[in-house]
Structures are given as C-alpha cells and as structure tokens.
C-alpha cells in the first residue's frame, strides 16, 4: 500500500491564468462570454454538440499557447526533492502541471488534451480539434467523441481518493482558487477536521478564506516558490 501524501496542494485557475490561460469566473472570465447551459453540460453536448467541441477546440488551440509558470515549476520541484510527499489536486483542464513535471497529480475536473468516449467510456490522449465525425479507438462509434472534461452536473473525478487523501494529510494547501466551486472548496474543512495544518495562497482572498488557519495573499508565482523554499528547507 502507498503511504499518503504528507501534503496535498488544490490548484484553481489562477495559478494558470498568470500563464495566460483565460479563467471562467472572474467579471471578464469565459462564463461572462458564454452561457454554461450552452457549452459545458451533458444537455448542451446532446443538443448541439458541434457548438460544445467548437467551445472546447478554442480552449485547446489555446493550450499549446501558454508555458508552465514558476508556481508550477515550483510544485513539480516539491515533488522532485520530496519524493512521495506531495500529491496535487488541480481543478484545472489544462496540462500545464505535467509540463512542468509534477506526476503525483489528480484532474478532478478532466484533462483538455484527452477524449472520452461517451458510448463505452474509453478515454484516450487528444490534440488538435475534436469533431462529430472522430470515432471512438475501442467501439468505434461516431457521433460520441467529446473531451474528457467534467461539466456542470457530472461528478468530478477520483472523489473517493481525494478525500482519503485530504483526511490523511497533514498540510493542506489551496493556491489560486476562488472557493465558490463544490466540492473542491469544502476540502479545506475536511482537512482542518481532519486535524491537517491549512494554508491559502491566493491573489486575493478566496469565499473560503476562514477555513484556512494561515492565509498568504499575492501572484501565485511568487508566493508559491517562497512556500517550497520554506517545506524544502524545513526538511
């Protein structure tokens, strides 16, 4: 058996928004733009699904656009000089965390660059746009290709994993998150419950501000750097 992570760090959008990658919820996010009904649920992809995978090609055209940046670099450095400490929980879509090099590493929300089989649930790696006309490698069925993303009303991925996770740390760390989107944003409550010390890092505070012990407020990029210098050094 894996022994648990001694630290589990949740990452939201704004640590990849300091890399350019457009967030959803701030006032000129992508949800301003474009209605959620329209786009990210199961309802939208079976009404029109060309319009959702035409939604989710600009987002993977734009992936391929934007770097890892030093909070990211920092984590997977955590990783590298920590062996088997640190597990991250990201509910970010796009693969900026592995480019970096983290691997301890769960996409709650789905991965961008991968494809889900909505017929036999194959899921596959994915570059370049998605069409009605792709068939799935395993059935070979057409019309049901979509991203591998979890939309609004569909259950976020490893759930079971991740509060065994959180429950067993003993720090817990939210960088670049809103703490308005559920259940990611009662994991900071599970961990303080389960007795784990709970730090924010964020740009500003987040809705679940108070359920931290510490909060440390700035750009992702050099608040996160700082912080592993501090775990590293205290090693």
């Excluded at 559920?182 to 961990?191: C, I, K, M, Q, R």
């Excluded at 730090?199 to 050099?222: K, W």
């Amino acid at each position: 058996m894996t022994a648990p992570a001694r630290i589990v760090v949740l990452t939201g959008a704004d640590i990849s928004a300091e890399s350019g990658v457009p967030t959803f919820r701030d006032a000129d996010g992508i949800w301003s733009k474009v209605r959620i009904e329209d786009v990210a649920t199961p309802e939208a992809y079976a009404r029109d699904p060309d319009r959702v995978l035409d939604f989710y090609n600009i987002r993977r055209r734009g992936a391929g656009d934007v770097a890892p940046n030093a909070a990211h670099q920092a984590l997977a450095r955590l990783e590298r000089e920590a062996p088997g400490e640190l597990l991250i929980i990201t509910q970010n879509i796009d693969d900026l965390h592995e480019r970096a090099g983290s691997i301890a590493l769960i996409h709650m929300h789905g991965e961008i660059m991968r494809a889900l089989c909505a017929a036999c649930g194959h899921r596959w790696p994915w570059d370049g746009d998605m069409a009605r006309s792709d068939a799935c490698p395993r059935c070979e069925r057409r019309d049901v290709v979509r991203p591998d993303v979890v939309w609004f009303g569909e259950m976020p991925y490893q759930m079971e994993r991740i509060y065994e996770a959180v429950a067993e740390c003993e720090t817990f760390v939210s960088i670049g998150t809103s703490g308005a989107v559920y259940p990611a944003a009662g994991l900071s409550a599970e961990a303080r419950a389960a007795g784990a010390r709970t730090l924010e890092l964020n740009l500003e505070p987040s809705e679940t501000v108070t359920a931290f012990e510490e909060a440390r407020h700035g750009p992702a990029s050099d608040l996160v750097p700082a912080w592993v210098e501090e775990v590293l050094a205290a090693r």
